[in-house]
């Protein structure tokens, strides 16, 4: 088990994640009503603000001066939490370490002794439970009964990317709150808030689907340099796939892979279809809007080269299926152009 003090990513807002208005709203209401729940689920997908909402609740809890749903960010308890040394939140991840002969069954049933301990007259404590849905079948059912019986003044915050993995009896203990995709606008506001110019972070709202973690990842290395790659094929008149796949070969070595299997070409190249596929859609989607047919040809192409970049992730033959892949991309998109510049032309 591992347990720490949550440290914000460079500047976090005092106030609640953008993009989750009706969730924050409902969460001060129930706080203004006196309902603070022991338990809460925070399901949906990753990158969307679940920990920025978990530290936000805290804050809110905790100060005496909010206002809706903005907590003050002076007073004590607001700044110990912006300084990620709020003695008061915990963070707990159970994962097996190097040199533990702890088990993770033992390590929960700590963790909940500690709780227990925590829990004092006058003071609420928080814990922060990440991912639970990794977590194994013996693991939830140890932490049921935390839950079943929690301790006086603790609060958890459960989180979880695919809540269907996780207990019905560990959900039902909680009260759940389903988090969507951030809107394009909202996230683009989250990445000028952290330092990108507006149009890089158009540019990374268009290709993350509402996730802030993905955007953060495609503004790195080696993902630049693809996407600059990616806007040199758009620029050429007749790009040649099998030279394409020769060269996506060579900036694929860069990429981790899927599944984090370094030192193997399939993962790595499916990274890099999966990659360029968001591309695909983001850079096509603004010329397929002037034609019907155009538009028409967009869903087509991105249904097959969805079914290339599968077909890619499992075959024994990897570098027959990028050249596939690219075949459809640039023939697709060479289609698209033409709508596109029929109806301009009109």
């Not at 804050?59 to 040394?85: I, V």
């Not at 922060?128 to 929690?150: F, G, H, R």
Request: charged residues 25%; glycine residues 6%.
């Amino acid at each position: 088990m591992r347990r720490w003090r949550t440290l914000p990513e460079g500047t976090e807002a005092v106030g609640p994640p953008l993009g989750h208005g009706p969730l924050t709203a409902l969460f001060a209401a129930g706080l203004d009503a006196g309902r603070l729940a022991s338990a809460y689920l925070l399901a949906g997908p990753p990158g969307v603000g679940k920990r920025h909402f978990a530290r936000w609740a805290v804050r809110l809890t905790q100060c005496a001066a909010r206002k809706g749903t903005e907590p003050c960010g002076t007073c004590n308890p607001c700044r110990a939490s912006l300084s990620g040394n709020d003695p008061c939140f915990v963070e707990v991840a159970f994962r097996e370490e190097k040199g533990e002969h702890e088990s993770m069954v033992e390590a929960a049933r700590r963790f909940a002794a500690e709780a227990l301990r925590a829990a004092a007259p006058g003071r609420r404590c928080f814990y922060l439970l990440p991912n639970i849905q990794d977590y194994s079948l013996a693991l939830q059912n140890s932490l049921l009964k935390t839950l079943e019986e929690p301790p006086a003044g603790v609060t958890f915050f459960l989180t979880a990317d695919r809540p269907e993995q996780v207990l019905e009896t560990i959900v039902s203990r909680c009260q759940e709150f389903q988090f969507l995709p951030l809107a394009h606008a909202d996230l683009i506001r989250v990445l000028e808030a952290r330092g990108f110019p507006s149009r890089q972070a158009g540019e990374l709202a268009l290709l993350s689907a509402g996730r802030v973690d993905l955007a953060l990842k495609f503004a790195t290395e080696p993902y630049r340099r693809l996407l600059a790659w990616f806007r040199e094929l758009d620029a050429q008149p007749a790009p040649d796939f099998l030279v394409a796949a020769d060269e996506a070969t060579v900036l694929a070595e860069d990429l981790e892979g899927e599944e984090g299997a370094a030192g193997q070409d399939r993962p790595k190249l499916a990274e890099l279809a999966a990659l360029h596929l968001r591309h695909f859609f983001a850079s096509s989607l603004e010329l397929a809007r002037e034609h019907y047919l155009a538009f028409h040809i967009l869903n087509l192409a991105s249904e097959e080269l969805l079914g290339a970049r599968e077909a890619l992730a499992g075959s024994g033959h990897p570098m027959l299926c990028l050249e596939q892949y690219f075949r459809v991309a640039f023939e697709r998109r060479a289609q698209i152009l033409r709508f596109s510049h029929t109806a301009l032309n009109v």
